[in-house]
DNA sequence: GCAAAAGTGTTAGAATTACACCCATGC
DNA sequence: GCATGGGTGTAATTCTAACACTTTTGC
């Protein structure tokens, strides 16, 4: 099996979202040259010779927020897409990566870098999307991953600072899912359930009000049972 | 954006699964080459230059399970693999796709490729895993899915023939979870689930006593609430 | 009849839901 | 005081878990 057969251009595509203004916006930036010009695209990069997946993924991360210090955050693998025409100029084999962060905010918007709500990027069909190549389809598949990973998982807190209060917490979920949750059902289970959350014994005032606990992110990996967004 | 740089190999390796006398068993081949020969592998192939990845893994479980026609089966993406130094021969880019498939048998055994027990290949440490390259870790990842998805999917009919009783669907369950569940609450979560089964209005009497219904996979792509593997 | 597997009923406990209500701060 | 959000109590309902019991076949 000679290894200069059937190569490909392998490729990190990053779905980096967070949450901005009571949205969930993800980071796309402007083509410049065709195929696409003009349209947004995922923030992407070849990979390198000596990287692996996952840290060409950090380093375009860290590019395409174009932030000095990268906040709070969460990668992991989405998907792979290697449909033979999805690049016009030759095959190229995807990994697309979800990337959940904090402390994003419009002054790093440029003519050309942006966030943008998702919401506006997925409401066209797919023939009218302003997405260049197939990355509608990509952005679908991780909004879908995040909004199941909600449930399950402590996940939800890399869209917060380091610390946050179960009211930022749950505006979260209520954003990301679309939902309106009960503040008092959410924060019995959210502190009832072991590993969401981790006591900092800090309040704050920030949220107005009576103080708030402060949290950390628990260390648990899945929870059972689940939050619903169910109903 | 010169596409001819940075390319790699890409190849799709396949975690095909299915439960033969009471385990969860893995196709594999005897590598006959080095590196890691006499070592074994997953199925794998390079991508051609026409075949999208899904199909590659449908055409790669037809040659590896070696049957004329492939039986039911489920095929989806895994994960992707990209370490640099994955394969010692070069960079070598796998995209693994887990199959769960029903009517294996021991028959299709040969002295290079047979359907071996998950647990025999897990249960060595990483350092004397009997699998070639990473083969062990994407297996793992493969099974720790197949788990997984066997609580909020009808997933686990597809490790059943194209019909099926309660029993036979449950006692997927008891294997691939490796645990015992309670014969007549399963029946009850089973059928009153919407979507897991679908009726057939026959019956079998091929598991013994009193003849049980025969169900197909229903339609349901997820179900809340999930069944429970915990306690 | 007897063994074996299918399937139903029942009950205690756990989890979810929908609220009423009190608490601690800023103004 | 009063508005605002934080947090607890509680009762109705639904879901789960454990297990007694009945049904329908083969032998």
């Not at 010779?49 to 590019?63: G, I, K, M, P």
């Not at 103080?211 to 059972?224: I, K, N, S, V, W």
């Amino acid at each position: 099996m000679p290894l200069d057969t059937a190569t490909a251009a392998v490729a990190v595509d990053l779905v980096a979202l967070t949450i901005l203004d009571d949205e969930l916006c993800v980071r796309v930036a402007k083509r410049q040259t065709p195929p696409f010009r003009d349209h947004w695209a995922l923030p992407s990069r070849l990979i390198s010779e000596e990287e692996d997946l996952f840290a060409t993924a950090e380093l375009e991360l860290a590019r395409a927020t174009g932030l000095a210090e990268l906040p709070v955050h969460h990668i992991e693998q989405l998907a792979a897409y290697g449909d033979p025409r999805r690049d016009p100029r030759g095959r190229v084999v995807s990994i697309a990566y979800l990337a959940l962060v904090a402390g994003a905010s419009t002054w790093t918007h440029t003519p050309s870098r942006r966030w943008a709500a998702v919401s506006d990027l997925l409401e066209q069909p797919a023939a009218a999307s302003p997405l260049a190549f197939d990355h509608r389809e990509i952005l679908a598949d991780g909004v879908a991953r995040t909004r199941a990973k909600l449930e399950y998982t402590p996940l939800a807190g890399a869209f917060c600072p380091e610390t946050f209060t179960v009211s930022e917490l749950r505006h979260v979920y209520e954003v990301v899912w679309g939902v309106h949750l009960d503040p008092r059902n959410f924060h019995r289970k959210a502190t009832s359930t072991p590993g969401f959350l981790a006591p900092t014994g800090s309040k704050t005032t920030r949220d107005g009000g009576r103080p708030a606990e402060l949290y950390r992110t628990g260390d648990a990996l899945t929870f059972h049972p689940p939050l619903t967004r169910h109903i």
